[in-house]
């Protein structure tokens, strides 16, 4: 509320069409901490928003930069699961307006590419998954120390305030928690989306999932949604057991427990009837073991993990050719724009608990802090609040 009202201020103050300074995480090379800097944000453009960030979440994407799996341009601000509230827009801009609360999108939805259009597609054009970092017209709004400083997949939610496309910026209810809908910008919406939308989960099935973070999680949770009757965890942390159970797995097992194959374990569990699995881990091993677990006539296996760049998958083709489905899914295949209000209206009506998967929230200056948690393997979601 404070942030809410402090923006209001600043708006009465007229901020609008100036450079605003500001506080940022900027990370100047691989494999080293954020360092908090002063920055200058500039005023958006023609069809292009300024956001007063609120809150913002740390996914394992985030950290790929910093290691170097992910590709990038140096100096950036990353971050890509947040909320906020449009501080100013510019030209053109129709859908949002001055003090509306919304989640920034890294999935961008233009409307108007082949894939917005088709209704199963949802990788828009306009994505910046190549590392680009700039907006539409080609340019970036940060700078630092009279540097320019690169955007991270069209959001950049670590600093006090972004600048986005409009097609990169959903509008959300207004009495939405920032602090939790913020994991409706990444996290949640792919793991839910992977099982409701991709996955296309039937109820009375049998749902297993590979890796048990906060993405697994949400796929648990929506595989429970759609009605599945049998919903098995995957890990080798027996620690995040007790967390599965608490959203909706009826049972987890770790792969160390059996000398034979996962895919034998699942089968005789399950008396052979395994409808779909999901791999939520990115490891190349772990895909072909998903695969072989789902039923080999029917079964449907979803790749939702992010898999390691430059690196070549090799299986055998007889899993597919007796009637196996394998998929893939960005942001749960949901269409941004579209979705993202919708998930944060079902939240408020509590059809999900996003309280489960935060295990910390921090203040945004101890973001070196939340990235140890994650890398540690304490932390679920670590969200940051401005």
Same mark, same amino acid.
């Not at 690169?150 to 600048?163: C, D, K, L």
């Not at 899993?319 to 893939?328: A, I, N, Q, S």
């Given at each position: 509320?404070?942030?809410?009202?402090?923006?209001?201020?600043?708006?009465?103050?007229?901020?609008?069409?100036?450079?605003?300074?500001?506080?940022?995480?900027?990370?100047?090379?691989?494999?080293?901490?954020?360092?908090?800097?002063?920055?200058?944000?500039?005023?958006?453009?023609?069809?292009?928003?300024?956001?007063?960030?609120?809150?913002?979440?740390?996914?394992?994407?985030?950290?790929?930069?910093?290691?170097?799996?992910?590709?990038?341009?140096?100096?950036?601000? =990353?971050?890509?699961?947040? %909320?906020?509230? @449009?501080?100013?827009? +510019?030209?053109?801009?129709?859908? !949002?307006?001055? *003090?509306? #609360?919304?989640?920034?999108?890294?999935?961008?939805?233009?409307?108007?590419?082949?894939?917005?259009?088709?209704?199963?597609?949802?990788?828009?054009?306009?994505?910046?998954?190549?590392?680009?970092?700039?907006?539409?017209?080609?340019?970036?709004?940060?700078?630092?120390?009279?540097?320019?400083?690169?955007?991270?997949?069209?959001?950049?939610?670590?600093?006090?305030?972004?600048?986005?496309?409009?097609?990169?910026?959903?509008?959300?209810?207004?009495?939405?928690?920032?602090?939790?809908?913020?994991?409706?910008?990444?996290?949640?919406?792919?793991?839910?989306?992977?099982?409701?939308?991709?996955?296309? =989960?039937?109820?009375?099935? %049998?749902?297993? @999932?590979?890796?048990? +973070?906060?993405?697994?999680?949400? !796929?648990?949770? *929506?595989? #429970?949604?759609?009605?599945?009757?049998?919903?098995?965890?995957?890990?080798?942390?027996?620690?995040?057991?007790?967390?599965?159970?608490?959203?909706?797995?009826?049972?987890?097992?770790?792969?160390?427990?059996?000398?034979?194959?996962?895919?034998?374990?699942?089968?005789?569990?399950?008396?052979?009837?395994?409808?779909?699995?999901?791999?939520?881990?990115?490891?190349?091993?772990?895909?072909?073991?998903?695969?072989?677990?789902?039923?080999?006539?029917?079964?449907?296996?979803?790749?939702?993990?992010?898999?390691?760049?430059?690196?070549?998958?090799?299986?055998?083709?007889?899993?597919?050719?007796?009637?196996?489905?394998?998929?893939?899914?960005?942001?749960?295949?949901?269409?941004?724009?579209?979705?993202?209000?919708?998930?944060?209206?079902?939240?408020?009506?509590?059809?999900?608990?996003?309280?489960?998967?935060?295990?910390?929230?921090?203040?945004?200056?101890?973001?070196?802090?939340?990235?140890?948690?994650?890398?540690?393997?304490?932390?679920?979601?670590?969200?940051?609040?401005?």
């Amino acid at each position: 509320m404070f942030a809410e009202i402090q923006i209001q201020d600043k708006d009465r103050m007229g901020t609008a069409g100036k450079v605003i300074k500001c506080k940022a995480a900027v990370l100047w090379e691989q494999k080293q901490p954020f360092s908090i800097e002063e920055i200058e944000v500039a005023p958006p453009k023609t069809k292009e928003v300024r956001i007063k960030i609120l809150a913002t979440g740390i996914c394992r994407t985030d950290d790929h930069v910093i290691k170097g799996t992910m590709v990038s341009k140096f100096p950036v601000i =990353v971050g890509h699961e947040a %909320t906020g509230i @449009v501080e100013s827009t +510019g030209e053109g801009v129709t859908t !949002v307006q001055p *003090g509306d #609360k919304v989640i920034p999108l890294f999935l961008p939805q233009c409307r108007e590419c082949n894939a917005c259009r088709n209704p199963d597609g949802n990788l828009c054009i306009r994505s910046d998954i190549t590392g680009r970092g700039v907006l539409a017209d080609g340019t970036t709004r940060f700078t630092c120390k009279g540097k320019p400083v690169y955007h991270f997949m069209n959001t950049s939610t670590f600093t006090e305030y972004t600048v986005v496309d409009e097609s990169s910026v959903a509008k959300i209810d207004d009495a939405a928690p920032p602090e939790k809908v913020c994991l409706i910008g990444c996290g949640f919406s792919t793991g839910y989306g992977a099982a409701v939308k991709t996955g296309k =989960v039937k109820p009375g099935s %049998t749902c297993v @999932v590979f890796g048990l +973070g906060g993405v697994g999680l949400s !796929v648990i949770m *929506g595989c #429970k949604s759609a009605g599945a009757s049998r919903i098995i965890g995957i890990d080798l942390n027996k620690d995040k057991f007790e967390k599965a159970m608490a959203v909706g797995a009826t049972e987890c097992i770790s792969p160390k427990e059996s000398t034979k194959p996962i895919s034998e374990v699942l089968s005789e569990m399950t008396g052979n009837n395994v409808g779909y699995t999901f791999e939520v881990i990115g490891h190349l091993e772990t895909m072909i073991d998903a695969l072989a677990s789902c039923h080999m006539n029917y079964g449907t296996s979803v790749v939702v993990g992010a898999p390691p760049s430059a690196k070549m998958l090799t299986y055998d083709p007889m899993l597919l050719f007796t009637g196996r489905t394998w998929k893939g899914c960005v942001f749960g295949g949901l269409k941004s724009r579209d979705d993202v209000p919708k998930l944060v209206t079902e939240f408020l009506a509590k059809k999900f608990d996003l309280d489960q998967l935060i295990t910390h929230v921090l203040p945004f200056k101890k973001i070196n802090e939340g990235f140890e948690l994650l890398n540690s393997g304490q932390s679920i979601r670590t969200v940051l609040t401005f």
